[in-house]
Every structure is written in structure tokens, then in C-alpha cells.
């Protein structure tokens, strides 16, 4: 905590706080718990918030909620566990996952699956190899034990994320309308039971030591800090929640995350009547060693905080006790505008709850461009050395299908249960993971995480809209019709005016895409310290975009796997280079400036797909991105297991490896070609015939002068196969 919020703490109160009470307010001030750095810009989301019935709940929750139709509404959010998942890699990717299972578990949903976001150093980086694993089996341990399927997500590397991890977690909840909570504590007398795991010395200072600072060579000695998890408990704790829901016996309810009961108590009180009263003894315990204050910011897992009205609160722990899940009353909610704690009939803490949760400092930080950002620009990856010849654009289509960012990431996957509850359509890779909901109609959700770090460095306002661009395209091609936003905000410190700019213009950038492109944003996190001393990361804002399908059984997979069907590649090809995946691979590069945004064509191009698949006239459909088309291409191809026969018009290696965004590659169906061509034109979506889906291998030809097709190489899947999928397993050893 700085002088300057010690002493507004003070003039609060009108008197020196007590130990317990600077706890609450030193972790509530945090910036994670508080967005004091954030806050300012962050209300564009709400200013510039497209007008939609579907938004039931938006930001300011637990999570957003969004009515996807036939009575049901979904729930989703994602956040990050940055700094404990370099700390203690296992715990802090588990936990990661537990804690935001527990958002959507306090809106009243049932969790129906999750997805992750990862980002490392270099694939072959001794830390890496120290991170990377650990991450993984935290992610899968915490999720296969909940029985929740992870459907989808990223593995990027990069040198920038060197001792410094991107652990973002998602998941995604259901319900009716009529089932949805709220992190509020209303009517007087009503009872505050905590109930779940015991409260123990794990996680003491996380919110404020691990997510407000940056790090360095003592940040191993920060290990304590990292909270521990017990899957087990949250699945029971999941269970009894929605029994409690069912039977309506909760008033409000909140999760206990960061900051722990502080967050809890200040949150619920601020939100509902005003008051509460609560003697912090009866908090159940790990360790009886712990101090109040310790109690008041231990982060211990798997733990709820619920309002409950007298008459049912015996109801309330009978069931609790049924589900073996510890709880006691351990206060009640007043009328009196404080939340007071004591401890062993002493009074330890005497606040108005709103100055902790809802006033605390906002910033108003200095911000300009980074000082290299002008030479980063201006170094166009116009320098570059392009292959000249047949055998060096063959080779690049190996080096770029084998290099880590775009090579198979089933060392990953392979360790997340996908399928578990049975509900789940599609998972990676697929461009977006489908879930059912509705069984009798088919009714379903697809999702898409995605973010480009190289991409917001050249450009922030641009890459923020290339990162919502994309995931919109990735729900879009599997025929859903997206609806609703969620993102993490990943950046290195406010305190640096370069970074504090990217944040800024990165935050403007995607309002106003949202705005566009109708899609409001329902809520989300910011991680702000990411940086190893004074080298952040590259800025990299994570969007999470929801789709919803009237009926999964139209949905449309990467996959071909229809021998003899027509290739199509909708949307227009630039020669666009600036952060690509080829200038990264080949030779290192990083400059110029990233691919155009178009939101009016990626718009269009979402119109198409969505129609073309409720037509059932698409067996595939696969969008362009890092790689370009040739990355695409081979995915499709070793995804179905069948080749494909490919005509080139124009230059060869930019219509391979170009990656202009609003386009993907669709099959066709036997007879739908011509209407594919009338929805295009009737969207103003360039369309243009690639070839045939066939054969055991990737066969390129160009257009020559004469008209006739001229043969430039052949890459057999065999080939490709070896090098897509031996890089991580080589990694990982």
C-alpha cells in the first residue's frame, strides 16, 4: 500500500486502522482486486456497449450472463493465474482453473466445460521446460478431477513470456433465466455462512504479492503465496451448490478468490443492505496459528460465501452436510452501513464495506507510445529474403506446419479430457469448441480464445481488434452466430507510460470493434506486471467469443474429409506480412505493421458462414490466420486425413503465407457451389476457387500465363504429418 492510500485509508476512518483492517484494505486496494490503473479506461466497454436483449447480467458480476434462447442463459468469463504459474507451476494453472469455476458457479450455473490460454518463453528454454509441463498438468489434474471437458484454447511461444507465463482460464456455465445469483447480502438478519474448504495459510498475499508486482530472482522465494487446490472438494462444492440453487435457499452468494473473505464480506455487504457483522473466530481452520489478518487474506480454495435467511438455514446446512461439505454461520447481515469483524468478543475491524470494495484509488496514469515503437514499425518485413524458388516454398510450408506456435499441440490436448459429460460437439483443434445444451432441440454454444502478443506490440489499438476479429471468425465458421465478449487483458506495468499507452489504445480498440461488430463485452480480468524487471511482455489482450447454434447438428468442422468436394477461400488476400508467423519462424522478425482490421468484411464474412452451414452447405470450413493459407491447409488436410489438389492465382508465397484476416477456406457440398457464390455476392464477400479435396498429399500448382495450371510441389501427408506433430514431444522429451 503507497503513503498516499495509507493516509486516505485513515482520513476514512478517522483514526489509525487496525491491523486487520489495513489487510482488508491493502488487498482490496490491490490492483488486481481494485483496477485502480485500469478502471478509467475500462468503462468504454460499458459506454460503447452495443444495444442487445441477449445481455441478462453484464460487467461488475461475478461473471456476465447472456440469454441464448428456449428459456436458458449461459454464463462465461475468463482470468488469469500469471504470476503463481511461474511461481508454482502445477498449483498455480489448477488453482487458475478452480477459481474460475467458481465465478460461474456463483451465478447460479452449472459449469459445462473450460478452456485455456497459454503463452511461454521459447519452446526450447530451460524455463520453459520447468513451466510448461507443470502448467499443463495443473490445467488437466484440476479439470479432469471436476469432470469438466476442455474444449478448446491456445499454446503460444515467445521469448517475451520468458519467466513470465500466460496462464488465462475460462469456463463456461447454464441455467435457466430464473436461476441466476448474485453477489449480493440483503434484508437484516439474514445469516453469512462460509462454507467449503478450511481457511489455511495458502495463498496469504496472493492478490496483492504475486498480481501487483513484477518479477525477478527472488520471485521463487514468493512459493508460499501460491494457493493449493483440491478438486475434489469443488466438484462436491458444485454439487451442493446447485442442490442449494434448486431448493432456493440462497439469498446471494459469493465465491472466495482473491483476497479470500476480505473480498467476500466487503463485496456482499457493498452490494446488498449496507451491513454485516462477523465474528472472523468462527471461520473454520486449517492451522490454528492464524492471525486475523491472516484469515482475513488467505486465498485457501474452494470456498463459498452465501446469504441465507433464518428459516432456511438449517435446510441450507443439512444439505451441505449430505454433499460432506463443512459450514458455519459465521455472521449476519445489519442495517448499518459497517462491516464489523470481531475477534474473541474484541472489535477488530469497524469499516463502511463500500470504501474497500467500491472506492478505492483510481489512477489516472501517464501514458505515451513506447519510445521504439516508431523503428519497430518503420522495420518492414519488406527486408526479408522470400523463398525464390518451388523447393524453399515447400520447405516453408514444412518449417511453419513444424515450428512451435503452429505445430500440433496434441502433447497438450492430449492430456484434457474433451469429451467427458458427453455433451461436447467439437474440441481443439478445431477453430472454436461446440457444446450441446439442449438435448431435444440441439441447441449449443461454440467458443474461441485467441490473442496475437506480436500483432498488439506493432499496433495496440489494431491487435486487439485482430485478436476479437478472429475469434468472432473462429465461432462464426463453425455456424454459430456470435453474440457476447469476454477477455483477459494480459500487460506489463501501469507504471510505465509505453505500457499503460498499449493498454489504453488496446482497450479503445476493442470497444469499438464490440460496438461494430455488435458483441458486448460481459466482463473479464486484467493482469497487469507482466514483465521480468523492467522488460514487459508483449501487450497481449485474450477475447473469448461466445456463439450460439440453434442446432449443433448443422455445425461445420475443419475436417476433409469429403473426397472430390470444391475448395473455396472466401475473403480478399493482401500482401500483408507486418508480426506473421513466417517473418517470426524463418528469420526472427518483428516489425512493420499487422495485417489490415476490416470489420465490416470479417461482418460479412460471418453472415455467410452462419447462413451456408444452416443451408448444409458446407462439409468444412477453416479460417486463415497465423500461417496463412498454407497453415490452414495443412490442418484441414491432417485433421479429415485426405489431400488436396490447389491452384495458385498470383504470387505463390503471398497467397500461401499472406495473413490478411476476414477469410476461410470452406468444402462445399456436391451441388452448393452456386449458392455459396449468391451469398458472397450478396454480402460483398470475394469468393474464389481453390481446388478439389483428394488424394495422400498437398499438391500445389500456380496459373500459368497460358491459363493452364502448372505444377509448383507436392508435400505428402506422411511428411507433413512427421513434421507437424514430432515438435512438442521433442520439447517436452
Known sequence: MKEEEYRRVRDILGRRPTSAELAIYSVMWSEHCSYKSSKVHLRQFGDKAPQTDALLVGMGENAGVVDVGQGWAVTFKVESHNHPSYVEPYQGAATGVGGIVRDIM?????????????????????????????????????????????????????????????????????MKHEDIKRAVAPGPGNRVILFGAGTGPDGIGGASVLASATFDEESQAKRPSVQVGDPFMEKLLIECCLELFREDLVVGIQDLGAAGVSCATTELAAAGTGGMHVELDSVPLRDATLRPEEILMSESQERMMAVVEPGKVDRFLEICARWEIPATTIG??????????????????????????????????????????????????????????????????????????????????????????????????????????????????????????RYTRLDPYAGAQ??????????????????????????????????????????????????????????????????????????????????????????????????????????????????????????GHLGGLP???????????????????????????????????????????????????????????????????????????????????????AAGVPVSQLGVIGGDSLDISTLGSDGEAQELFSIPLVELRDAHERTLPSYAG
Not at 497438450?412 to 432441440?441: C, F, H, K, W
Not at 476493442?510 to 514487459?536: E, I, K, M, R, W
Not at 465490416?600 to 497465423?626: C, I
Not at 503465407?657 to 457440398?669: D, L
Open 106 to 174: 456463483s451465478m447460479g450455473a452449472r459449469p459445462i466445460a473450460v478452456m485455456d490460454s497459454l503463452r511461454f518463453g521459447p519452446a526450447d528454454a530451460p524455463d520453459t521446460q520447468r513451466v510448461l509441463p507443470g502448467v499443463v498438468a495443473g490445467v488437466g489434474g484440476y479439470g479432469n478431477s471436476l469432470g469438466l471437458p476442455n474444449i478448446g484454447g491456445e499454446t503460444v511461444f515467445d521469448e517475451c513470456y520468458a519467466q513470465n507465463p500466460l496462464v488465462n482460464a475460462l469456463c463456461v456455465g447454464v
Open 332 to 453: 449476519a447481515v445489519t442495517d448499518t452501513g459497517r462491516l464489523v469483524m470481531t475477534w474473541r468478543g474484541e472489535t477488530i475491524v469497524d469499516i463502511p464495506p463500500t470504501t474497500a470494495a467500491d472506492e478505492g484509488p483510481v489512477y489516472q496514469r501517464p501514458y505515451e507510445p513506447p519510445a521504439d515503437l516508431g523503428s519497430l514499425q518503420s522495420d518492414t518485413p519488406g527486408r526479408l529474403t522470400r523463398p525464390s524458388n518451388a523447393d524453399e516454398i515447400r520447405r516453408t510450408v514444412l518449417w511453419l506446419a513444424g515450428s512451435p506456435n503452429l505445430a500440433s499441440k496434441t502433447w497438450v490436448t492430449s492430456q484434457y479430457d474433451r469429451y467427458v459429460l458427453g455433451n461436447t460437439v467439437m474440441a481443439m483443434p478445431e477453430d472454436a469448441g461446440v457444446v450441446r445444451i439442449d438435448d431435444e432441440s440441439g441447441l449449443g454454444i461454440a467458443l474461441s480464445l485467441d490473442g496475437n502478443g
Open 466 to 587: 485482430l485478436a476479437l476479429s478472429e475469434a468472432f471468425r473462429n465461432v462464426a465458421a463453425t455456424g454459430a452466430r456470435p453474440l457476447a465478449v469476454t477477455n483477459c487483458l494480459n500487460f506489463g506495468s501501469p507504471e510505465d507510460p509505453g505500457v499503460m499507452w498499449q493498454f489504453a489504445r488496446a482497450v479503445e480498440g476493442l470497444a469499438d470493434a464490440c460496438q461494430y461488430l455488435g458483441v458486448p463485452v460481459t466482463g473479464g480480468n486484467v493482469s497487469f506486471y507482466n514483465q521480468t524487471g523492467s522488460t514487459p511482455i508483449n501487450p497481449t489482450p485474450v477475447i473469448g467469443v461466445l456463439g450460439v447454434h440453434d442446432d449443433v447438428r448443422r455445425h461445420v468442422n475443419m475436417s476433409f474429409t469429403s473426397d472430390g468436394a470444391t475448395l473455396a477461400l472466401l475473403g480478399e488476400t493482401r500482401e500483408e506480412f507486418g508480426g506473421s508467423e513466417w517473418a517470426h519462424v524463418v528469420y
Open 595 to 681: 495485417p489490415l482490421v476490416d470489420l465490416a468484411a470479417e461482418r460479412a464474412l460471418a453472415s455467410v458462414l452462419v447462413n451456408a452451414a444452416r443451408e448444409g452447405l458446407l462439409t468444412a470450413a477453416h479460417d486463415v490466420s497465423d500461417g496463412g493459407l498454407s497453415q490452414a491447409l495443412v490442418e484441414s488436410c491432417l485433421r479429415g486425413g485426405l489431400g488436396a489438389k490447389i491452384t495458385l492465382r498470383g504470387d505463390a508465397f503471398v497467397s500461401l503465407f499472406s495473413e490478411s484476416v476476414a477469410r476461410t477456406v470452406v468444402a462445399i457440398r456436391p451441388g452448393g457451389e452456386g449458392r455459396i457464390v449468391q451469398l458472397c455476392e
